[in-house]
């Protein structure tokens, strides 16, 4: 099948491109423009590796066509930069200062929906973050720091937009109470199983 060139708003800028009608927003984004933030993990939608933003929200782009991005805001981590100074975002170096990191194949889809999160302006309790990042897989870090990174950057969002929001103490499964420590179990059996919706 013949290729179309397209135009694609991809980090601030247009971008070119010759694609086929069936390819895919992470063939392009990785093969064509080189972006390689952009994973390639399960290849059904299902781990998030290969997330970006469109206009703002977390799509999975290895089910997602090149052809229906025309005319959407796509952002990648390599695109992502505070407004005000051009430095990172909170949100990654939170992921930095709170070690949300291990391998690190999975940050990038992490990140991104963590700026999803920040982004909603509201103040979404833990129990809150771990049910929206259900579509993102990790496993390396065991979760509980990226679920921190993701707290302390509301706040500072939180902070900047004047409404009051707490970070819950971190914890470790030695100061859980019994039961806590079998629903931790519970989860992490859950997300080696790849079973993420009993989490």
């Not at 975002?89 to 963590?114: H, M, N, R, S, Y």
């Amino acid at each position: 099948m013949s290729k179309k060139i397209i135009t694609l708003h991809v980090n601030g800028k247009d971008r070119e491109v010759a694609v086929d009608e069936r390819e895919s927003l992470y063939e392009t984004l990785r093969n064509e423009l080189r972006l390689t933030s952009i994973k390639k993990g399960c290849e059904v939608g299902e781990c998030g590796a290969c997330s970006v933003l469109l206009n703002g929200r977390c799509v999975d782009s290895c089910i997602y066509l090149t052809m229906w991005a025309q005319g959407k805001d796509i952002v990648t981590v390599e695109g992502l930069k505070d407004e005000t100074n051009g430095d990172i975002t909170d949100v990654q170096k939170e992921f930095i200062k709170q070690a949300a990191v291990q391998c690190g194949f999975c940050t990038p889809g992490f990140i991104l929906k963590a700026v999803e999160i920040v982004g909603a302006n509201k103040p979404y309790t833990r129990s809150e973050i771990k049910e929206l990042i259900t579509g993102n897989l990790c496993r390396c870090t065991g979760y509980m720091n990226i679920v921190t990174a993701i707290e302390h950057a509301i706040k500072h969002n939180m902070d900047k937009l004047g409404i009051p929001y707490e970070v819950q103490p971190a914890t470790t499964s030695f100061d859980l109470p019994d039961e806590e420590k079998e629903k931790m179990l519970k989860d992490v059996l859950a997300m080696q199983n790849n079973d993420v919706t009993k989490v």
